[in-house]
């Protein structure tokens, strides 16, 4: 009897191992990522998991030892084709980064002009920062995205 839920619990304990992640962007423009249906945003693209790699037969005999570990099954690059493509990435790097940049400009001055702006009815300061939550959350949000991007930059080589 114990026994007889074993097979349908580990169905269900592999099952978020199988789900594939989606790429979403919602009415603002965000770009959300996730493996979980997101409402009020559309579906762009999904992502399938990578395949799990099996392991290759060793074709050394067991008792051989090999003098170090090293990875024949990658691939060699160049290193002038390396040195283009880090130089690709930091184009592409600093042209996003310019981009947020510009959003977050838009963000902070659509933020300074809500600060500005008293409606009628916000009498008390609660409803006044509830009507800015969404504008301060854009410009953390971008100053984050900001953040990173800079923090990629300084990463290249």
């Avoid at 005999?61 to 002038?80: I, K, L």
Wanted: a positive charge; glycine letters at 2%.
């Amino acid at each position: 009897m114990r026994y007889r839920f074993l097979p349908l619990a580990l169905l269900f304990a592999t099952a978020p191992a199988l789900a594939e992640t989606c790429k979403y962007v919602d009415k603002d423009g965000r770009t959300i990522y996730s493996n979980v249906p997101v409402k009020n945003a559309r579906k762009v693209a999904c992502f399938q998991p990578p395949p799990t790699p099996s392991p290759e037969p060793s074709t050394a005999p067991a008792n051989a030892r090999s003098p170090g570990p090293t990875d024949t099954s990658r691939a060699r690059v160049e290193p002038n084709t390396q040195r283009q493509r880090d130089s690709d990435r930091r184009q592409i790097l600093e042209s996003e980064l310019a981009r947020e940049q510009d959003a977050l400009n838009e963000a902070k001055k659509a933020l300074a002009e809500q600060e500005s702006v008293r409606e009628g009815n916000e009498r008390n300061c609660a409803r006044m920062q509830e009507r800015l939550k969404p504008y301060q959350d854009a410009v953390a949000l971008h100053e984050k995205n900001v953040a990173s991007i800079k923090q990629e930059i300084a990463n290249l080589k």
